[in-house]
């Protein structure tokens, strides 16, 4: 069965770094779109990036742009998303997704906050 496990989120200050980790499993990785989507309390959640079979073929929310890079690995089966300078309104739980079988496809999330 599909899996998608996220990992990497936890508490850190604005201007610091994170980096996310999405493990895969149950379908064919290297030839598949991933993205990584975020819900803050109270909103709808919204896309963040996406990057495609190949790492030159990534997109960002604007919001984010020059920030984070999603990058990924197809031998491990893991995509990424590097978060630099991260600000009060990243506070989110983040979401690895794909499209797989006809369904969207959705891990646990793991939750990121920024604060002093």
């Known amino acids: 069965q599909v899996q998608l496990v996220e990992s990497g989120g936890g508490l850190v200050q604005p201007g610091g770094s994170l980096r996310l980790s999405c493990s895969a499993s149950g379908f064919p990785f290297s030839i598949y779109y991933m993205n990584w989507y975020r819900q803050a309390a109270g909103k709808e959640r919204e896309l963040v990036a996406g990057?495609?079979?190949?790492?030159?073929?990534?997109k960002y929310v604007d919001s984010v742009k020059g920030r984070f890079t999603i990058s990924r690995d197809n031998t491990k089966n893991t995509v990424y998303l590097q978060m630099n300078s991260l600000k009060p309104e990243d506070t989110a739980v983040y979401y690895c997704?794909?499209?797989?079988?006809?369904?969207?496809?959705w891990g646990k999330g793991t939750l990121v906050t920024v604060s002093s």
């Open positions: 997704n794909t499209y797989y079988g006809g369904i969207n496809r």
């Open positions: 990057i495609g079979s190949v790492s030159n073929s990534a």
